[in-house]
């Protein structure tokens, strides 16, 4: 995207009639789309963008921007109970591929966004949101704790500078993977200047006070569970599952974590079947810089902690 492309799109965006009044009292789905693996990138993020053009509805996309380490995950297996549980009840396998689940490991680990920076500047050309989601996933899915002051910023700074090198502007929003934060990667978010980040579950936008300290970024947590947390749970599956979405429906703000590998892939027309849905139901779809440029002068302060929640193996960050 160049100069004139990124002032055309600061103005369309400072133009959007989204307040907070419309925010809270409309029905509004904002979808997150996360995109954590090489394939996803070249094969989910192209078909979605299909399918939201068709719709005519627009989106935020976080990016992973290093390495392709999906292989690792398979520590968790022996650290987190229930992972392997989740993995073969929602077919994690078939959905994302043999070669994804063996890079790192026995197959080299591929870089994702500089394989395919033709996707992320497609994805900003449409008029999607764009941002950043990590540079390695499964490193700071696992070690974020445990990983010095140093690390978590070259971490952020790799994913930022390669973010910016193709889009052409600096991030101005990321989003946690696996919604794994620390009190040290907040405070270094803080020092980004970024507009909001969508990091945690929970139920409203608010400023977060994660221990004991109050951080000056807004955050939007996702307020649905994703579909790797309910399939194959409690009757779900892909023939009920836009049921049971549509059950979690409420006035005000929906915020909706999406997969490339999932709804980008086996699950497209289980996506296409829920977007028609909603929309039949009058939702209006935002997407979370709107949500942001809405909420940011009014959201309270809040409690943001790391807890379990149903259908996911280890910790998240839940809105208290």
Known sequence: MNETENEVSKHQKAGNSTDSSSIASDLSIALKVDVDTFAGTRDGVPRLLEIMERAGIKATFYFS???D????????????KGFLKKMLRTGAPSAYGLRTMLYGTLLPAP?????FPGILKETAARGHETGVHCWDHVY????????SRDRVASELKRAAELFQRIIGTAPQSTAAPGWTVSATSLELQDAMNLEYCSDGRGYAPF???FDGKRFNTLQIPSTWPTLDEILGANGIDAGNVNDFYLSQMKNGLNVHTIHAEMEGGVMAESFIDLIERLKNKGARFVTLYEVARACRDSAPDAPLSMGEIPGRAGLVAIQG
Do not use: C, E, Q
Request: hydrophobic share 40%; charged share 25%; glycine share 6%.
């Open 65 to 67: 921007m290093g390495p």
């Open 69 to 80: 380490n999906s292989g690792k995950a398979i520590r968790r297996v022996f650290t987190r």
């Open 111 to 115: 870089d994702i966004a500089a394989s």
């Open 140 to 147: 700071w899915h696992d070690y974020l704790p445990r990983l």
């Open 207 to 209: 400023y977060p006070v």
